[in-house]
């Protein structure tokens, strides 16, 4: 079910999803100061384009929880509040119909992920 998940998430929508954040984020690398949020645009991007069979978990890195929290706190005003807020009302619009519940599930996934991308990491699950 994951690989024609993902194959129909690709189709409608997914791979121009997946291509604007990665592209997002390779523009926001051009600056020293946007260089971390490049590689969490790059990260949701990473997410959003294969979301099926994959998760995200809290990584347990390098970087103390209070820098992960600062960095989380200033994504959430930045970008992180639009994002989820987009993929919140997609996740609702799919999951009017019963047939577009998994993707709309998958949006909703993808918010959680957008609201704070610091000190998570994205793993395949199975």
């Not at 791979?15 to 490049?38: K, Q, S």
């Not at 390098?62 to 970008?79: D, M, P, Q, R």
């Not at 610091?118 to 395949?124: A, L, S």
Request: aromatic share 16%; proline share 3%; net charge positive.
């Amino acid at each position: 079910m994951s690989l024609l998940g993902n194959i129909i998430w690709l189709i409608f929508g997914g791979f121009f999803a997946g291509m604007g954040y990665i592209i997002g984020g390779l523009l926001l690398m051009l600056t020293i100061i946007g260089i971390p949020f490049g590689f969490q645009l790059i990260k949701i991007g990473s997410l959003c384009l294969w979301p099926f069979g994959r998760t995200f978990q809290v990584d347990k890195g390098e970087l103390t929880g209070c820098l992960y929290s600062l960095l989380n706190i200033i994504w959430l005003f930045i970008a992180g509040l639009w994002i989820a807020l987009i993929h919140i009302i997609f996740g609702f619009l799919l999951s009017i119909t019963i047939i577009g519940i998994p993707w709309g599930m998958q949006h909703f996934k993808l918010a959680g992920f957008a609201l704070s991308p610091f000190g998570r990491r994205v793993d395949i699950v199975g």
